[in-house]
Structures are given as structure tokens and as C-alpha cells.
């Protein structure tokens, strides 16, 4: 009954390194989006996505970019982790019909030492 | 751009009392969604209650209320006979015609016993 996968719950990567962070859903959804989310500071956008290799900014896009190839798979993708890159992130998708069902994934939980 | 802002960091109630969560937003559209998003300890997010924008009605689902005032711009939760179980995160978010889903910073609510 899972609709949206992250597929990796929790990882340690080092400074430096190119960090992959996939979502995946099965409702044939437009919208897809990543957040990261802080204590303190609640869900912040990253980056999403309404259709396939359309991308849009979200608040805070810096040291992230994002792919979305198909439409069931919108990646976020980390070039160069840094340790302020440690965070709880989260996936989301939706149809852009009124709103009317959002499904989220499990989290995936990044470190980065 | 939209923002949303919940200015209560923590809140406490008595089980069986009633505790209201604030939230306000900023939007130039007219035509819009707001949510109420549970996030218990799993991290998992459940949708407590959706209003949409053009609907004067606030909308309820069991202990669970809002105060929408469209012209305030507020969209507070109002959660009756509090129980253990209702202890968790609460988000507020905003999705609007820009396809982008907007989340406050969320409200830790306590039930004492």
C-alpha cells in the first residue's frame, strides 16, 4: 500500500561527496517536492517539480539540485555534502487538482561527518 | 510569495480540555488550500483537516475544528476533548495555483494526563 518511497531511510556520507536521494510514487502524480526538515525551523521547500524535467526552485535551493527524468522518480541530489546538509528529508507528491490528496514519504535521514 | 507562520513554538493542554494552534499565511491569490498536518514521533505526516479557500464553511472532522478568517488571513486549529494520543507536531501549510506547498514551522503540542 506504499504510495511514495524514499528509497534510502538513512545514510552517512562524508564532506565532500555526491549524495543521491531518490522518491518514488505510484499515482501517476504531476507535482512532486523535497523538504528538509529542522528543529526549529519546520519543513522548508527545496526544490519541486510539476511535470516530467520541469523543476522549480523552492526557499532554499542552495547546495541542492534536482532530476526528474520520469514521472514517477524526482531526485534530490546533493553535488558537494557539507555537514550543514544534516537533516531529515522529506518527499512529497500530489495532483495539482484542488489539493486533494498529498502523500509523503517515510523521511530519509542524512549525516554527513 | 506565500509564507506561513505559526508563532506558537509549544503548546500544553490538559487531556480532556480544548487547546487552539494559531496559524496565519500571506498570499496574493484568492483561490487556495490550507492543511493541518500531524507528525507523531515516526516522523510520519497525517493529514488532521484541509479547508479550501472559496468555502466560507470551516471545515471539522470529529475533535477537530478550524477558525478560518480568509480576510485575516488565519487559519487556526481547534482540537476539543484533547486526548494522549493527539500529542505530536502540528504543521499548518498552504498549497496555492503556483503548485508549491508551503509549510509553517510547526507547533509541539503536550497532553498532560
Known amino acids: 500500500d506504499v504510495k511514495v518511497t524514499q528509497s534510502s531511510r538513512y545514510l552517512v556520507k562524508r564532506t565532500g561527496e555526491k549524495v543521491f536521494l531518490e522518491c518514488v510514487q505510484d499515482?501517476?502524480?504531476?507535482?512532486m517536492f523535497w523538504y528538509r526538515q529542522d528543529p526549529g525551523l519546520g519543513l522548508r521547500l527545496i526544490y519541486f517539480?510539476?511535470?516530467?524535467?520541469?523543476?522549480e526552485k523552492g526557499d532554499i535551493p542552495e547546495g541542492y539540485s534536482v532530476s526528474r527524468e520520469k514521472k514517477e522518480r524526482f531526485s534530490l541530489i546533493l553535488e558537494s555534502a557539507s555537514t550543514n546538509q544534516t537533516s531529515m528529508y522529506l518527499c512529497?507528491?500530489?495532483?495539482?487538482?484542488?489539493?486533494?490528496?498529498?502523500?509523503f514519504g517515510e523521511g530519509s535521514w542524512l549525516t554527513v561527518v | 510569495a506565500q509564507t506561513v507562520t505559526q508563532s506558537q513554538p509549544e503548546m500544553s493542554v490538559q487531556e480532556a480540555e480544548t487547546v487552539t494552534l494559531s496559524c496565519t499565511y500571506d498570499?496574493?491569490?484568492?483561490?487556495?488550500?490550507l492543511f493541518w498536518y500531524k507528525q507523531p514521533p515516526s516522523r510520519q505526516m497525517i493529514l488532521v483537516i484541509r479547508?479550501?479557500?472559496?468555502?466560507?464553511q470551516n471545515a471539522t472532522e470529529n475533535r477537530f475544528s478550524v477558525n478560518f478568517q480568509k480576510a485575516a488571513k488565519s487559519f487556526s486549529l481547534k482540537i476539543s476533548d484533547s486526548q494522549l494520543g493527539d500529542a505530536a507536531m502540528y504543521f499548518c501549510?498552504?498549497?496555492?495555483?503556483?503548485?508549491?506547498?508551503?509549510f509553517g514551522t510547526g507547533t509541539l503540542l503536550a497532553v498532560q494526563p
Open positions: 498570499t496574493s491569490e484568492s483561490d487556495y488550500y
Open positions: 512529497a507528491s500530489t495532483s495539482p487538482q484542488g489539493w486533494n490528496t498529498i502523500y
Open positions: 501549510a498552504f498549497g496555492g495555483a503556483t503548485n508549491k506547498l508551503i
Open positions: 517539480s510539476y511535470d516530467v524535467k520541469m523543476k
Open positions: 479547508q479550501e479557500a472559496y468555502k466560507q
Open positions: 499515482m501517476d502524480h504531476e507535482n
